[in-house]
């Protein structure tokens, strides 16, 4: 599921806003992308996992785009990148709600 914000909205770097969000680097993937996770329990799993990327509209305002889903488990081959995770429903809407509600500005 997708969040655009104006990157003003932010009032910060998103690395950071993110960080004050709940959400922790993580390392970054073959593909060198970078991610974020916030964990729903003291295990690793289930998490919410989230990209994000920063971009220019066609009048020059900065927006960014957040990628988030929620991880239900690790992937279970070694070499495998599939994995359990869901893109959107009731939680993952949830979460989306709540960062929403951290943003500036933003009402619904």
């Known amino acids: 599921m997708k969040l655009i914000a104006a990157k003003k ?3 910060e770097p998103p690395e950071i806003w993110l960080r ?11 593909a060198g992308k970078r991610s974020f996770a916030r964990r729903l329990t003291r295990d690793f799993y289930p998490r919410f996992h989230i990209y994000f990327t920063e971009i220019k509209d066609a009048a020059g305002s900065e927006q960014v785009i957040f990628d988030l889903h929620l991880d239900q488990k690790k992937p279970g081959y070694a070499g495998y ?19 929403k509600n951290l943003l500036i500005g933003f009402f619904t």
């Not at 004050?20 to 073959?30: K, Q, T, V």
């Not at 359990?84 to 989306?96: K, L, M, P, T």
């Open 9 to 11: 909205q932010l009032n």
């Open 20 to 30: 004050h969000s709940g959400y922790a680097l993580l390392p970054e993937n073959e």
């Open 81 to 99: 990148n599939r994995h359990n995770a869901e893109y959107d429903g009731e939680v993952v809407s949830a979460e989306i709600d709540r960062l």
